[in-house]
């Protein structure tokens, strides 16, 4: 039986929405990145209520108000948090000792557990940051 041009909508729809291309990536992974991704994906949700999950630039993410607060990945041999903003990294200077960070990116080991209290505790500088520009702006 052919499918109407309404299921057709529908189902091509929900193939794109962030929450099915977010799993479809966390499968594609192997165990111990899904494994790392799933808790860091947990760990900023949960810092961050309000976000909206989002799928861009091949990765998965949250926005807040509009703006992108954070994206997770996963590589070889480490997950990677990002963007970690100047103000982050001098606020978390201490904390992010001994974690290799390139540019605006912080690098985890995947032969380690998700450093979770750390992980909140960006999230929640970031939401700052970010609730902090759009206060100015208004």
């Known amino acids: 039986m052919k499918?109407?041009?309404s299921a057709k909508s529908s189902s091509s729809a929900s193939a794109t929405q962030p929450g099915v291309q977010v799993r479809a990536y966390l499968a594609s992974l192997a165990p111990d990145a899904r494994s790392a991704l799933k808790k860091l994906r947990a760990t900023i949700r949960a810092g961050a209520p309000d976000a909206v999950e989002v799928f861009s630039y091949g990765m998965p993410g949250f926005?807040?108000?509009?703006?992108p607060l954070l994206y997770y990945a996963a590589w070889k041999r480490h997950s990677s948090l990002y963007p970690l903003t100047a103000a982050v990294k001098r606020a978390h200077e201490a904390d992010l000792e001994g974690y290799e960070i390139s540019k605006s990116t912080l690098k985890l080991p995947l032969d380690e557990p998700p450093p979770v209290a750390l992980v909140k505790r960006l999230v929640k500088t970031r939401v700052a940051e970010l609730r902090a520009r759009?206060?100015?702006k208004t």
């Open 3 to 5: 499918k109407s041009s």
């Open 63 to 67: 926005k807040l108000d509009g703006r």
């Open 134 to 136: 759009t206060a100015r």
